[in-house]
Nanobody, 115 residues
Framework: QVQLVESGGGLVQPGGSLRLSCAAPGSIFSISTIGWYRQAPGKGRELVARITSGGTTIFTDSVKGRFTISRDNAKSTVYLQMNSLKSEDSAVYYC?????????WGQGTQVTVSS
């Protein structure tokens, strides 16, 4: 069973920052597209950002200019740096690893933006 290990969620005030981490097994990391999704209460899961094995990134419009995504191949880890956080960013954030014949999800980490 492949495990994606997420960390870095928590409570932060509006305008603050958090960095989420997603560690994947080295056997799949180098060939996987790694994405961060989020799901707020009563809403569907949406793609926030993702990065391909080659380093190409995409972001949903609502986070452009505030979030960045990067990957450290030596540590088999992807980071989602979230700046200028807003209350509407509050959600459970999930890491996703997508490959030629597989797709895995992490367990989710809660991000709450509140004063």
């Amino acid at each position: 069973q492949v495990q994606l290990v997420e960390s870095g969620g928590g409570l932060v005030q509006p305008g603050g920052s958090l960095r989420l981490s997603c560690a994947a097994p080295g056997s799949i990391f180098s060939i996987s597209t790694i994405g961060w999704y989020r799901q707020a209460p009563g809403k569907g899961r949406e793609l926030v950002a993702r990065i391909t094995s080659g380093g190409t990134t995409i972001f949903t419009d609502s986070v452009k200019g505030r979030f960045t995504i990067s990957r450290d191949n030596a540590k088999s880890t992807v980071y989602l740096q979230m700046n200028s956080l807003k209350s509407e960013d509050s959600a459970v954030y999930y890491c996703n690893a997508l490959g030629p014949k597989y797709e895995y999800w992490g367990q989710g980490t809660q991000v709450t933006v509140s004063s």
